[in-house]
């Protein structure tokens, strides 16, 4: 049995209502929704090329981020539009610096084996998501992100619309709209603007001594902590065999 945060029998009971299903329904009833940077990737690509390339007062709208001032589009906003080098000066400069974390690939092929829907969830570049999943083969892999336009006077974000109404970001209102649609949700994360969805997704995820594996801890957000994405696998298999259990009784 793979252990996380706390027990996985707590961790398991916050989906119990899943055991009502049959088991060959479960692909019809999850997704998966991964974070981009510093979650699926060991470094936040966004942050390496702000401080690389622009005026070092972009950690003050992270900050006001941070303390509720702006919401997580506006800070994304108003940051990455500081950068305003050339498309090919910051892939070049990501390059050497922007590594998978450990067995993603197995991620990757077990939501293929379970056909659950995997989606990558970011609020970041998405030329710069789309450019490293290309390099592994995963240009397959859906992506939920602001659509980014390089320009002269730096990087436009244009998010997607909101789809409901009580959401605090583009985060947690796609785990909502997932959630409304049926789906049963598991969400991976590393950030502040990762906990309105972590806190409500039925299977949460946070990078071990992240922002937001601290948020969850001091919010008693029950939520598994992970350096690799084979603990979620392990994880979710180990879900699914208590649940055919429960079926099975």
Same mark, same amino acid.
């Given at each position: 049995?793979?252990?996380?945060?706390?027990?996985?029998?707590?961790?398991?009971?916050?989906?119990?209502?899943?055991?009502?299903?049959?088991?060959?329904? %479960?692909?019809?009833?999850?997704?998966?929704?991964?974070?981009?940077?510093?979650? =699926?990737?060991?470094?936040?690509?966004?942050?390496?090329?702000?401080?690389?390339?622009?005026?070092?007062?972009?950690?003050?709208?992270?900050?006001?981020?941070?303390?509720?001032? =702006?919401?997580?589009?506006? $800070? =994304?906003?108003?940051?990455?539009?500081?950068?305003?080098? $050339?498309?090919?000066?910051?892939?070049?400069?990501?390059?050497?610096?922007?590594?998978?974390? +450990?067995?993603?690939?197995?991620?990757?092929?077990?939501?293929?084996?379970?056909?659950?829907?995997?989606?990558?969830?970011?609020?970041?570049?998405?030329?710069?998501?789309?450019?490293?999943?290309?390099?592994?083969?995963?240009?397959?892999?859906?992506?939920?992100?602001?659509?980014?336009?390089?320009?002269?006077?730096?990087?436009?974000?244009?998010?997607?619309?909101?789809?409901?109404?009580?959401?605090?970001?583009?985060?947690?209102?796609?785990? =909502?709209?997932?959630?409304?649609?049926?789906?049963?949700?598991?969400?991976?994360?590393?950030? %502040?603007?990762?906990? +309105?969805?972590?806190?409500?997704?039925?299977? +949460?995820?946070?990078?071990?001594?992240?922002?937001?594996?601290?948020?969850?801890?001091?919010?008693?957000? +029950?939520?598994?902590?992970?350096?690799?994405?084979?603990?979620?696998?392990? $994880?979710?298999?180990?879900?699914?065999?208590?649940?055919?259990?429960? %079926?099975?009784?």
């Amino acid at each position: 049995m793979h252990l996380l945060c706390g027990t996985l029998h707590a961790w398991y009971f916050i989906c119990h209502d899943l055991a009502s299903c049959q088991l060959s329904d %479960v692909s019809m009833e999850c997704v998966v929704l991964t974070d981009f940077d510093g979650t =699926m990737v060991t470094i936040d690509t966004a942050q390496f090329l702000l401080e690389r390339f622009a005026p070092k007062n972009w950690r003050i709208i992270e900050e006001q981020f941070e303390r509720g001032e =702006m919401t997580f589009e506006e $800070s =994304m906003e108003r940051e990455l539009a500081l950068l305003k080098v $050339s498309e090919l000066e910051m892939l070049n400069a990501l390059e050497p610096a922007t590594h998978f974390r +450990p067995n993603f690939h197995k991620m990757v092929e077990y939501c293929t084996r379970q056909q659950f829907q995997l989606v990558v969830i970011s609020g970041g570049i998405d030329f710069c998501i789309r450019h490293f999943l290309a390099l592994k083969g995963w240009s397959n892999l859906e992506i939920y992100a602001p659509k980014a336009k390089h320009t002269l006077d730096g990087i436009e974000l244009s998010f997607p619309d909101r789809l409901e109404k009580m959401s605090t970001n583009m985060k947690d209102d796609f785990v =909502m709209y997932q959630m409304k649609r049926g789906k049963k949700v598991v969400y991976i994360g590393n950030g %502040v603007s990762d906990y +309105p969805a972590a806190r409500i997704a039925d299977l +949460p995820f946070a990078i071990k001594g992240s922002k937001l594996a601290q948020l969850c801890r001091n919010s008693g957000v +029950p939520c598994g902590e992970i350096t690799d994405f084979q603990q979620v696998v392990d $994880s979710t298999e180990d879900w699914l065999s208590l649940r055919t259990k429960e %079926v099975d009784h």
